[in-house]
T-cell receptor, first 113, second 115 residues
C-alpha cells in the first residue's frame, strides 16, 4: 500500500538551513508536495515537484527528488522563527482534482534562537 | 493563489446531534473536492472524494451514512456528520481541485468537538 514517512521532529538554529526528509513507497506517484501547517491552521502549499524532475528551487526553498530511492527533501535556507511549523510531505497521482493525496505524519520544525 | 474557505471554523455539539460543515472555493471552480480528517499530532487522512453533481467516493473504513457529503455546485461542498459521537471529534479539512489547477487548495479546517 501507499506509505509516506517523515521524521517527527527537526531542530535547527535560526539562520541555519533546515532539511526535511521524506520517503514514499508508491513509485507511480506523479506529483510530490510540501505543505506547511501552523498551529490550529489549515495547510499552506509551499511547493511541489513533478516526478520527472530532480530539483526545484523557489526563493528560500529547494526541493530535491531522488526517484530511484523514492526520497524527497525540502531545504529551507536561512531558517527564521516564522518557519516554525509542521511540514507535511504528500504524494499524488494527478495535479489537480482527480485524486486525494497521501500525507506523511509531518515533521515539526523547531527553531532555536 | 486559489482560496478555499470553511465554515464554521469551530463547532461544539452534543452527542447525537448532526453538524454540517461547508467548504467553498472562492475564486476558482473546484470540479473535485476532498474531505480529510486530522487527529491531534497525526497526519491528514483522506475520507472521501466528491465530484460536482455525482455521489462521493469514500475511502475504506469511512461510513458513508455517517459522513454525508454533498457537492451541489462547482464552488460548494458540504460534509454532514450525523449522530455525532465524541470519537468524531477531530479537525476536518477540505480541499478543492479543478481541471485547470496543478494541485489541491486546502481550506483552513473546522475543529469539531462532540461532548
Amino acid at each position: 500500500g501507499e506509505d509516506v514517512e517523515q521524521s517527527l521532529f527537526l531542530s535547527v538554529r535560526e539562520g541555519d538551513s533546515s532539511v526535511i526528509n521524506c520517503t514514499y513507497t508508491d513509485s507511480s506517484s506523479t506529483y510530490l508536495y510540501w505543505y506547511k501547517q501552523e498551529p490550529g491552521a489549515g495547510l499552506q502549499l509551499l511547493t511541489y515537484i513533478f516526478s520527472n524532475m530532480d530539483m526545484k528551487q523557489d526563493q528560500r526553498l529547494t526541493v530535491l527528488l531522488n526517484k530511484k530511492d523514492k526520497h524527497l527533501s525540502l531545504r529551507i535556507a536561512d531558517t527564521q522563527t516564522g518557519d516554525s511549523a509542521i511540514y507535511f510531505c504528500a504524494e499524488g497521482y494527478s495535479g489537480g482534482g482527480a485524486d486525494g493525496l497521501t500525507f506523511g505524519k509531518g515533521t515539526h520544525l523547531i527553531i532555536q534562537p | 493563489g486559489a482560496v478555499v474557505s470553511q465554515h464554521p471554523s469551530r463547532v461544539i455539539c452534543k452527542s447525537g446531534t448532526s453538524v454540517k460543515i461547508e467548504c467553498r472555493s472562492l475564486d476558482f471552480q473546484a470540479t473535485t473536492m476532498f474531505w480529510y480528517r486530522q487527529f491531534p499530532k497525526q497526519s491528514l487522512m483522506l475520507m472521501a472524494t466528491s465530484n460536482e453533481g455525482s455521489k462521493a467516493t469514500y475511502e475504506q473504513g469511512v461510513e458513508k451514512d455517517k459522513f454525508l457529503i454533498n457537492h451541489a455546485s462547482l464552488t460548494l461542498s458540504t460534509l454532514t456528520v450525523t449522530s455525532a459521537h465524541p470519537e468524531d471529534s477531530s479537525f476536518y479539512i477540505c480541499s478543492g481541485g479543478g481541471l485547470d489547477t496543478d494541485t489541491q487548495y486546502f481550506g483552513p479546517g473546522t475543529r469539531l468537538t462532540v461532548l
